[in-house]
């Protein structure tokens, strides 16, 4: 298996524009989730889905934020307009919970920089 | 509130013994895992236990006492790849897992 793709892996863009990272979850993988790793606040969840429907939202920071899960192969999160303080690594993650286990798979991550 | 506590940094020697203690108050509990993540690179899994006691898997191993929120990651026979960032993470129900702030391993010669 693959596991969790990300794209782009790194990200340079100037304050205001637009920004869009992308994952694809392991196969079979029901639930994905989105977080968000900077220095001062650590690894952070931002928003999950279970079978392509967000659960729970509420560590996204503010309206500027938004995700999709259009089918169970294709996450989005999307910046717009982008803030200098949003610079960091977004991570992807998928788990199954026919693991037993809860744990979760991440992808190498999307290093953000917004100048 | 949601607070998981780790130290920020340690160092210890090539082929020592090092414990990393986590301590933590969640509003629910599901289980407590660690994850190392070297710099650069993603979280992996290394350990989850959701019973009190202790889960040993080769070079590491993991404990959890349930009352009195506290955790420990016991890595053996350091190496020098051993040198990563330690997360304690805790699964609070509804597949949410709040992470722990990290604890920096340095492995020394």
């Known amino acids: 298996d693959a596991g969790v793709i990300q794209s782009p892996r790194h990200e340079v863009t100037e304050m205001g524009q637009e920004v869009t990272l992308r994952c694809k979850p392991i196969?079979?993988?029901?639930?994905l989730f989105w977080y968000r790793q900077t220095m001062m606040r650590g690894l952070e969840l931002l928003i999950y889905f279970n079978n392509n429907v967000p659960i729970d939202d509420s560590g996204m920071p503010e309206d500027r934020f938004s995700a999709k899960m259009p089918n169970a192969s294709f996450s989005t999160l999307k910046i717009q307009p982008s803030e200098p303080r949003d610079s960091a690594v977004y991570f992807c993650?998928?788990?199954?919970?026919?693991?037993?286990?809860?744990?979760?798979?991440f992808g190498p991550g999307t290093r953000l920089t917004v100048l | 509130g949601q607070n998981i506590d780790q130290p920020t940094e340690m160092t210890a020697t090539e082929g020592a013994i090092v414990q990393i203690n986590c301590t933590y108050q969640?509003?629910?509990?599901?289980?407590l895992f660690w994850y190392q993540q070297h710099a650069g690179e993603a979280p992996t899994f290394l350990s989850y236990n959701v019973l009190d006691g202790l889960e040993e898997k080769g070079r590491f191993s993991s404990f959890l006492s349930r009352s009195k929120g506290y955790s420990y990651l016991l890595l053996k026979e350091l190496q020098m790849k051993d040198s990563a960032s330690y997360l304690c993470?805790?699964?609070?129900?509804?597949?949410?897992?709040?992470f722990g702030a990290g604890t920096r391993l340095f492995v020394k010669a």
């Open positions: 969640t509003s629910g509990f599901n289980g």
């Open positions: 196969s079979g993988h029901d639930y």
């Open positions: 993650a998928s788990r199954t919970p026919s693991g037993g286990t809860d744990t979760q798979y």
């Open positions: 993470a805790v699964s609070t129900g509804g597949f949410k897992t709040i």
